[in-house]
């Protein structure tokens, strides 16, 4: 079976070929410019490929739902003119087969549950934390409701700094307070310049790890996967464990050494979102009528 995975992001569009296992075959990268030149590269790409199935990874906010009046279309994004285009419409229009749409981050956590870190488990939370921050869930099925997880946007309490957050929203959400662009502004230069010694690192790593307690306490992963660009410091690591295992204090069972193996690294590295797209194409393919527009 050949199915075709995007990696859809605000930067650029990552388009897979590949199969049911979630093996790569063939890969293109395209500029995400605007809706009808990213999309009409798209098409061209995946016209001559003949695959049977489609699995969208999306920047958001996009309506999942199929009950929701515009499913399948990027919502109120701040991507310059990509606000309310049905991007899953459009493309399964354009190349007559079956489309699947999720969220980059749900997705992710389904890679990272079939082929990834969390293969052994039934329950993971994947979080990915750069430009900005998103969560995913998965319990043998994707977290959906409303709308869909916006963990990047729980409120939070501002460091020892008292830096008060950059996110034009909501100020000191998570996203708001360690995004990339938040630290480069705490710190006067990019994260990826700041030294691995600055106390910047410790007040990031404190936040993340009051993040990641709340969402343990509300979801109760099993294994918790941190991706994305910031997250490429694997110094941080070390310092999230001993963060949260303080701030469970002993309220829930876990032992020093078990938080090093309950919140790691993605196993896919930047696979994670292209091998979750083709996962999703084939369990729409599986569950058929429901999972898809029309």
């Known amino acids: 079976m050949i199915l075709g995975g995007i990696e859809a992001g605000g930067t650029k569009f990552v388009c897979v070929v590949g199969t049911g296992k979630g093996e ?35 920047f958001g906010p996009v309506a999942v739902n199929p009950d929701h009046p515009r499913y399948g279309s990027i919502l109120a994004t701040p991507k310059a003119g990509w606000a309310n285009t049905p991007i899953l419409q459009i493309l399964k229009d354009a190349l007559g087969c079956p489309v699947a749409i999720d969220t980059d981050v749900n997705v992710a956590a389904l890679a990272e549950a079939e082929k990834g870190k969390a293969w052994d488990v039934k329950t993971c939370l994947y979080l990915t934390i750069g430009t900005g921050v998103g969560g995913g869930y998965y319990d043998g099925e994707l977290l959906h409701g409303r709308l869909h997880p916006e963990m990047g946007h729980i409120l939070l309490p501002t460091g020892k700094d008292d830096f008060k957050g950059i996110c034009p929203f909501h100020g000191n959400c998570l996203e708001g307070l360690i995004s990339g662009p938040a630290i480069e502004a705490r710190a006067g230069k990019k994260a990826q310049l700041l030294e691995e010694d600055s106390p910047i690192w410790d007040e990031v790593a404190e936040t993340i790890a009051q993040g990641l307690v709340n969402f343990q306490m509300v979801l109760s992963p099993e294994r918790i996967i941190l991706g994305g660009g910031v997250m490429h410091q694997k110094h941080l690591f070390p310092r999230i464990h001993k963060a949260f295992y303080r701030l469970i204090n002993g309220y829930l069972p876990f032992t020093e050494e078990e938080v090093e193996c309950h919140i790691v690294s993605p196993g896919l590295g930047d696979d994670t979102g292209s091998v979750g797209a083709l996962m999703l194409a084939l369990k729409g393919l599986k569950q058929g009528q429901s999972a898809f527009e029309g």
């Open 24 to 58: 790569i075959l063939k890969r293109k990268v395209i500029p995400t410019t605007n809706p009808e030149e990213t999309l009409n590269a798209v098409i061209t790409f995946y016209r001559d490929q003949f695959i049977e199935g489609l699995g969208i990874a999306s």
